[in-house]
């Protein structure tokens, strides 16, 4: 009995999902490693080519494509990652010295540029709730703007200061935003003292 129930949600879940009534996503199956070689890709990347219209001829990708179903791979993408994957083809040149599969190329980029969810978004919202709290309430768009950009850039190490390298570009980036926010405090102390006031910004 259980098992037919999960059964039945499942395919209940199925028939209601975007996976049975869209085709566009059903035809995104053409970007599995294992789907480059086999008979329909063909097709599935012309379907991918008209929704969303793309500013290249639909013959295109087609031709591309079926010459692509019997190039051989220079190396299977040791990280798992489907553009790594597919980047090695955009990469290939043809004897004239261009883009071997330009159309192809510009097929699939669109459709892994796709957002794949809302999860990202969802988590961007929570992270700001969670920063912009009831005693930060004055707290500025650009000011928190500020605070997750270096929340993310920390989450790539761990959230380790002493893991991020302290190269040259970071330090000048550093130096340029202490200025700015030197000068931005500034203004705001001379916008408080009222108009009229003149003065210059204290030493950094």
């Known amino acids: 009995m259980v098992q037919d129930h999960y059964l039945n949600a499942c395919s209940h879940i199925l028939k209601k999902s975007a996976l ?3 085709p566009f996503i059903k035809h995104c199956r053409c970007l599995h490693p294992k789907e480059r070689t086999s008979t ?5 990347i ?6 969303p219209p793309m500013d290249i001829a639909i013959d295109c990708p087609l031709d591309e494509s ?3 179903q019997v190039e051989k791979e220079k190396d299977s993408s040791k990280d798992g990652r489907i553009d790594s994957y597919w980047s090695q083809f955009f990469d290939m040149k ?5 883009d071997k599969y330009p159309n192809v190329a510009t097929v699939v980029k669109a459709v892994l540029s796709l957002s794949h969810g809302q999860f990202d978004v969802e988590r961007g919202f929570s992270s700001s709730a969670r920063t912009l709290t009831d005693d930060r309430a004055a707290m500025s768009e650009k000011t928190l703007d500020s605070y997750m950009m270096v929340k993310s850039a920390m989450q790539m190490y761990g959230n380790a200061p002493h893991l991020v390298p302290m190269t040259k570009d970071l330090l000048a980036s550093a130096r340029s935003s202490y200025s700015q926010a030197h000068l931005y405090a ?3 102390w001379a916008r ?5 006031f003149q003065g ?3 030493p950094d």
């Open 40 to 44: 329909r890709s063909c097709n599935d």
């Open 94 to 98: 043809s004897l004239s010295g261009n």
């Open 200 to 202: 210059a910004p204290g």
């Open 186 to 188: 500034w203004a705001c």
């Open 192 to 196: 408080a003292r009222g108009p009229g």
């Open 20 to 22: 049975a009534t869209s």
């Open 46 to 51: 012309l379907v991918l080519a008209r929704d």
């Open 66 to 68: 079926r010459l692509l």
